[in-house]
C-alpha cells in the first residue's frame, strides 16, 4: 500500500505541475495578478509531493520490499544500509525520480529567493519549470514508473546493485552530477521568460548570474568527484577516459562556462544579449542529451540505465520540444535584442566572445566525437571507435588558446583597449612564465618533457597575471586605505577559479607526462622497485565483508630504506551475484599518489598487479575544487543582496509588489 502513496503523490505533483505551467504564464500575458501569485505556491506543492514520492521509494529500499520491481532489481538484503538507500539512484527509474525532485528544489528555491524581481517575470520563469516537470513526470508515469510492483508474488531477495557501484563516490558523485545538470534548467527558464516578456535588458542578465554561478560550480563538483571515482574505482590509474557517457556533462559544462561570462558582458555591457541566450539554451541542451544518451538505449556501460528504445523516443520528444520551441522562440524574438553599445576590436568584450566562441568549438567537438560513433553504427550496423587521440587532438590546443586569453581578459579594458598598453602590462609575465614552465619540471622531478613544460608555462602564466593584476587593484586603490578589502566578491571569485585552472594544469601535465605504471608478478617475500619506491609483497589473507568476500594483499613500500606505508588491494566477491571485484589501494599525498590494483592468483601464492607512481594528479581535483569556490564566492557577492534590497524599498514605495525595468 505504502508505494500505491508514493505513485499518488507523483499523479498529484503531475497535477499542480500543470496548473503551475498553464495559470501563472497566461496570468503574466493578461495582466492577472491573482493569477500569477499562485506560481510560488504552486511550486511549493510539486516540491512537497515529489519529497513524499521519492521518501517512500527510499523506504521501500530500507525495508528491502523487493515487491517493488527497482528494489528488487537494485538492491539486496545483504546490502549494507547506506548502499541500499542510495540504490534509489543506482537504476534508471529512481534516478530519474531524483533528476525531477532535484529540479523542483531549484524551481522552489527560485520562489523562495526571487521576491525582489517583478511577479510577471517570477511566473513566467516558474512556469516555464513547470512545463519542464510536466515532460518528466509524464516520462516516468509513462514508461518508467519508480512504483512498478512484482506480482502476483514477490521475490524474497533482490538481484543486488551493481559490485562498481558500491562505493562511497557512489553516493555523492550522480546527486553532486544531478544537481548541477539542472541548475542550468533555472537559467534557461530565465532566458524564456526573458523572451517571452519581450524585456531582454540587463536586469535579467543580473538575475541570472547567481543562479548560472552556482549550477557551474556543482556541475564542476560533480565531474570532478567522477574523474575521482573513475580513478580509484576501475583499476586502470586513469582520471578521464573521454566515456561516451561522461561527454555529455563536460559538454554542458563548457557552454555553462561560456554563459556565466556572456551573462556578465550583457550585464555590464548590455551587448552580447542573443549570444547569452543562445547559450543558456544550448547548456540547458547538454543536460538533457546526457539524459537522452543514458537512458535511450544507445550505450551499454555502468554509467548507461535503460536498454528500452521507447524511454530513448520519449526523452527525444522532451528534448525536440522544449529546446526546438526556445529556438523558434529566439528565432521569433531576434529583433528584440540589439546590442546597446559598441566597441572595438582590441576590448574585453572581444576578449570575452573569442573565449566563449573556443569554449562552444570545443564542446562541439566533444559532442561530434561522442555521438558520431553511435549515428554510424545506426545507419551502417558497423561499430566504428573514436578514442582520446581525437579528443586530445582537438580539445587540448582549443583549451591551450583560451588559458592565454583567460590571462589577457582581467587586463583589457571594456569598449576598447591599446595593444601598447597589453605589452606594457604582459611581456614580462610571458618572459617569465616561460622561464618557469621550463624550470619547474626540470628541477622538481629531474626529466624533460616538452608537453609538461607546456602545461607549466601555461599554468604559471595565469598565477602570475592573477598577482599582478590583483597587486595593480589594491595599489589604485591605496588611497581608500581598504587594501584587499576594496576588491568585491565577485572579482575574488573570478581569480580564484582562474586559480583553479592553473593547479589543474600542472596537475594534468605532471601526471599525464611523468607517471610510471609497471605490471608485474610477485610472490611473497618478493620486492620491485619503481621509481624511488621499492613494494615488497609480504602476502595475502582472507577477510570478510558486510556482504563480500575478498583477498587482501599486503604490500609494504620504502623508500631509500625507510618504510613509507603499507598498501592493502582487494580482490572481492561478492555474495549475491557472484560478481568479482577488484578494490584499489592507494597511499594519497599531495605530490604524488602510490597506487596498487590487484589481479590473478598464480601458483606458489603469487599474485599479478600493477603498481603506478603518479605525480601531482590531486592536483586536479585540488584545481576543480578552486574553481568551484571561485563561482560560489562571486555568487555571493554583496551587491547582488544590496540590489535586491534597493529593489525591495522601490517596490515598496510605489506600492506595486514588483520592480520597474528601470531599478534593474
Keep these: ?11 498529484l505533483a503531475l497535477l499542480l505541475s500543470v496548473l503551475l505551467s498553464a495559470l501563472p504564464i497566461a496570468g503574466a500575458h493578461r495582466g492577472e495578478a491573482l493569477w500569477m501569485s499562485l506560481a510560488r505556491p504552486l511550486s511549493a506543492g510539486v516540491f512537497v509531493f515529489l519529497s513524499i514520492s521519492l521518501a517512500i521509494l527510499a523506504y521501500a529500499f530500507a525495508t528491502d520490499d523487493f515487491s517493488v520491481r527497482i528494489v528488487y532489481a537494485q538492491s539486496n538484503s545483504l546490502l549494507p544500509m547506506q548502499y541500499k538507500l542510495t540504490a534509489l539512484w543506482g537504476g534508471h527509474e529512481g534516478s530519474f525520480l531524483l533528476w525531477t525532485w532535484m529540479l523542483s528544489g531549484w524551481m522552489l528555491a527560485v520562489a523562495i529567493y526571487s ?7 517570477v511566473s513566467r520563469v516558474l512556469g516555464v519549470l513547470g512545463f519542464l516537470l510536466i515532460g518528466y513526470i509524464l516520462f516516468m508515469l509513462a514508461t518508467s514508473n519508480p512504483f512498478d510492483r512484482i506480482v502476483p508474488l514477490a521475490p524474497t531477495d533482490g538481484a543486488d546493485l551493481n559490485t562498481a557501484l558500491q562505493d562511497f563516490a557512489f553516493i555523492v558523485h550522480p546527486p553532486t552530477l544531478y544537481m548541477g545538470y539542472v541548475g542550468f534548467s533555472v537559467v534557461f527558464a530565465f532566458a524564456i521568460a526573458a523572451l517571452l516578456s519581450g524585456r531582454l535588458d540587463a536586469a535579467w542578465a543580473r538575475w541570472s548570474r547567481p543562479w548560472a554561478n552556482v549550477a557551474w560550480s556543482v556541475l564542476t563538483l560533480g565531474i570532478a568527484l567522477g574523474s575521482w571515482w573513475a580513478y580509484y574505482e576501475l583499476g586502470w590509474g586513469g582520471w578521464w577516459a573521454w566515456d561516451p557517457v561522461e561527454n555529455p556533462p563536460l559538454i554542458t559544462w563548457l557552454f ?24 543558456a539554451i544550448l547548456a540547458f541542451s547538454g543536460s538533457l542529451l546526457g539524459t537522452f544518451i543514458t537512458r535511450s538505449g544507445l ?8 536498454s528500452d528504445p521507447s524511454r530513448g523516443v520519449f526523452i527525444l520528444a522532451i528534448l525536440g520540444l522544449s529546446v526546438g520551441g526556445a529556438l523558434l522562440l529566439f528565432a521569433l524574438r531576434a529583433p528584440l535584442m540589439k546590442s546597446e553599445a559598441g566597441f572595438g576590436l582590441l576590448s574585453r568584450e572581444v ?7 573556443l569554449l562552444v568549438v570545443a564542446a562541439a567537438s566533444v559532442f561530434l566525437g561522442t555521438l558520431f560513433p553511435m549515428v554510424y553504427q545506426a545507419l551502417t550496423d558497423d561499430l566504428i571507435s573514436i578514442g582520446p587521440p581525437y579528443f586530445n587532438l582537438i580539445f587540448v590546443p582549443l583549451m591551450m588558446v583560451l588559458v592565454l586569453f583567460l590571462g589577457v581578459g582581467p587586463y583589457s579594458r571594456w569598449k576598447r583597449t591599446s595593444s601598447t598598453y597589453l605589452w606594457q602590462q604582459l611581456g614580462r609575465v610571458a618572459l617569465a612564465s616561460i622561464v618557469l614552465g621550463v624550470l619547474i619540471p626540470t628541477v622538481v622531478l629531474l626529466r624533460f618533457s616538452l608537453p609538461a613544460m607546456v602545461s607549466m608555462t601555461l599554468a604559471a602564466w595565469i598565477v602570475l597575471t592573477i598577482g599582478k593584476d590583483i597587486r595593480s587593484r589594491v595599489a589604485n586603490k591605496a588611497q581608500l586605505k581598504t587594501g584587499l578589502r576594496s576588491l568585491s566578491l565577485s572579482y575574488y571569485g573570478m581569480q580564484a577559479a582562474h586559480l583553479g585552472v592553473a593547479i589543474m594544469l600542472v596537475g594534468i601535465g605532471l601526471t599525464s607526462y611523468f607517471s610510471q605504471e609497471r605490471g608485474i608478478l610477485l610472490g611473497p617475500g618478493d620486492s620491485v622497485t619503481l621509481n624511488e619506491y621499492e613494494f615488497t609483497f609480504i602476502g595475502t589473507e582472507r577477510i570478510q565483508g558486510p556482504n563480500y568476500q575478498a583477498d587482501q594483499a599486503s604490500i609494504e613500500v620504502t623508500r631509500g630504506g625507510n618504510p613509507l606505508t603499507t598498501l592493502t588491494p582487494q580482490r572481492r566477491i561478492y555474495l549475491a551475484s557472484g ?11 599531495l605530490l604524488r599518489d602510490l597506487f596498487v590494483t590487484l589481479g590473478e592468483p598464480k601458483e606458489g601464492g603469487a599474485w599479478s598487479m600493477t603498481l603506478y607512481v603518479k605525480p601531482f594528479v590531486r592536483w586536479i581535483w585540488l584545481g576543480s575544487l578552486f574553481m568551484a569556490f571561485g563561482a560560489c ?32
Excluded at 550505450?299 to 535503460?306: E, G, I, Q, Y
Design 299 to 306: 550505450l551499454t556501460s555502468v554509467h548507461a540505465f535503460a
Design 1 to 11: 500500500m505504502i508505494p500505491e502513496l508514493g505513485q499518488f503523490s507523483l499523479i
Design 256 to 279: 555553462g562556462t561560456a554563459l556565466i561570462h556572456s551573462l556578465a558582458v550583457t550585464e555590464k555591457r548590455g551587448v552580447f544579449k542573443s549570444w547569452t541566450v543562445l547559450l
Design 115 to 121: 521576491k525582489s524581481m517583478p511577479l510577471e517575470f
Design 633 to 664: 564566492l562571486a555568487a555571493a557577492d554583496k551587491r547582488y543582496r544590496r540590489l535586491r534590497l534597493r529593489q525591495e524599498q522601490a517596490a515598496k514605495a510605489r506600492g506595486t509588489g514588483g520592480l520597474a525595468t528601470a531599478s534593474g
Design 351 to 357: 576578449f570575452l566572445l573569442t573565449n566563449n566562441v
Design 579 to 589: 560478481t568479482p571485484s577488484t578494490e584499489m589501494a592507494i597511499d594519497a599525498g
